[in-house]
């Protein structure tokens, strides 16, 4: 392991950040610090602050200090609206997650050797949640004594349902590369073992049974065909075996049936009904209410109860929200709408402004490089920033973590390939 001390500290530190974000969090929490703060430290003593000056440095930057001031409890200005001020504290810790990015960028995962050390990282994390979910579905419990969860989906190696998304965001880089380099190969056997790995893979997303990890894993697997196409009759056998597992899953996994094929079409027949629908009609409300600054972090949750934002949306013909249907959480259940509710208007727009510039500096050069891991890190951040569907609260560590993680070692990844 070369390089300084510090820089090989920070190494480790980030090495054991997917183990904290699965089963300690506070160990994620010190390890992401650790890195921040040697990091900063090597930028003050090298005096090489050129990270700071890049595009999406700068708007992370923007939109942060703005959810900060909208979130700062100053009642002669309107901002801080909730009245909360640990909204204040807590939006300021944000700036954590893109110290964190920036210093995977740059300087912890500088090398080849580093890279490769936290793609392994990931890729025993995947086959860890895979391995669990395998095993609670066929013994019926995972490996700490839990059982699915009461809505049928697997949990994985968790006690709650975090599996499905979570395995969805970082399979393909675990799956991907050792895919195609099998599928690449000249011998038959090699080839029939990497079509058995995709397929694995992804039956064993559909198994988890939670609906947008099913869906994100099929975008993901249509992103991967498009860039290397020595996947595509793979993944069409993949989407054909998935296909026949869920049309089989009243009989082969009745909890998987009733999550993905019952529960959707409950949700879909009155979304605006449905809890999804009632939060997405009351994060809009609140908007609406508060166009400029929003609500400050965590408003939604601390004034979403009030019967001021009972409303509506008569224009789309959307009956006023009702606290018994489900119109109130901790959080609005998707990053766009946490935004609106969050900081107004320009809180939203600054945060599609992040999101389009994280993907486009992870889309330059695929075309012209066709890197299977690159391809791979490109798809776990489309999924996370995908607009449509049910997300957790951004960004919280325990999922949002593997986000940073990800597009820290993408970035990093495409300054070897610049």
């Not at 920070?10 to 929490?29: N, R, S």
């Not at 449905?274 to 929003?294: C, F, K, W």
């Not at 766009?336 to 389009?356: C, H, K, N, S």
Request: glycine share 10%.
């Amino acid at each position: 392991m070369r390089g300084s001390l510090p820089q090989r500290i920070a190494l480790i530190a980030t090495l054991l950040v997917p183990l904290g974000l699965l089963h300690a969090f506070v160990l994620a929490e010190i390890c992401i610090g650790v890195t921040d703060v040697l990091f900063l430290a090597n930028s003050f003593a090298s005096r090489d602050f050129t990270w700071a000056r890049q595009g999406w440095v700068k708007i992370a930057l923007i939109w942060w200090a703005w959810l900060l001031l909208c979130s700062t409890p100053l009642p002669w200005s309107g901002f801080g609206s909730a009245g909360w001020d640990m909204g204040f504290g807590q939006a300021f810790v944000c700036l954590r997650f893109i110290l964190f990015t920036a210093a995977l960028q740059h300087w912890v995962l500088a090398t080849k050797e580093s890279r490769r050390l936290a793609a392994w990282a990931l890729s025993l994390s995947a086959l860890w949640i895979g391995l669990e979910s395998w095993q609670q579905y066929l013994t019926g419990r995972n490996i700490f004594g839990d059982p699915r969860w009461i809505d049928g989906s697997l949990t994985g190696p968790f006690w709650k349902p975090r599996a499905g998304a979570l395995y969805m965001h970082i399979l393909y880089p675990a799956m991907l590369p050792a895919v195609a380099a099998m599928l690449g190969s000249s011998r038959t056997a090699r080839y029939l073992q990497g079509l058995a790995l995709a397929v694995a893979g992804i039956l064993t997303s559909v198994l988890i049974g939670q609906r947008m990890g099913v869906a994100l894993t099929g975008l993901g697997l249509v992103i991967a065909a498009f860039y290397l196409p020595r996947l595509r009759w793979p993944a069409a056998i993949a989407i054909i075996v998935a296909a026949g597992f869920l049309l089989a899953s009243p009989v082969l996994s009745p909890g998987t049936h009733a999550k993905l094929v019952g529960e959707t079409d409950k949700n879909l027949s009155d979304f605006s009904q449905s809890p999804y629908g009632e939060l997405y009609t009351r994060a809009t409300v609140m908007g609406l209410q508060s166009p400029i600054h929003g609500w400050g972090y965590n408003g939604f949750r601390e004034l979403c109860p009030e019967p001021r934002f009972n409303g509506g949306l008569t224009a789309l013909n959307i009956p006023p929200t009702q606290l018994g249907l489900g119109a109130c959480n901790l959080h609005p259940h998707n990053y766009y709408m946490q935004a609106f509710t969050d900081a107004g208007l320009p809180g939203l727009l600054l945060f599609i402004l992040m999101a389009l510039w994280w993907l486009k500096d992870l889309a330059a050069g695929l075309w012209r490089h066709r890197s299977p891991l690159q391809i791979a890190l490109f798809i776990s951040v489309v999924t996370y920033l995908w607009p449509i569907g049910s997300t957790d609260e951004f960004p919280v560590l325990y999922m949002l973590g593997w986000l940073f993680f990800l597009l820290g070692l993408g970035l990093a990844l495409k300054r070897e390939n610049a």
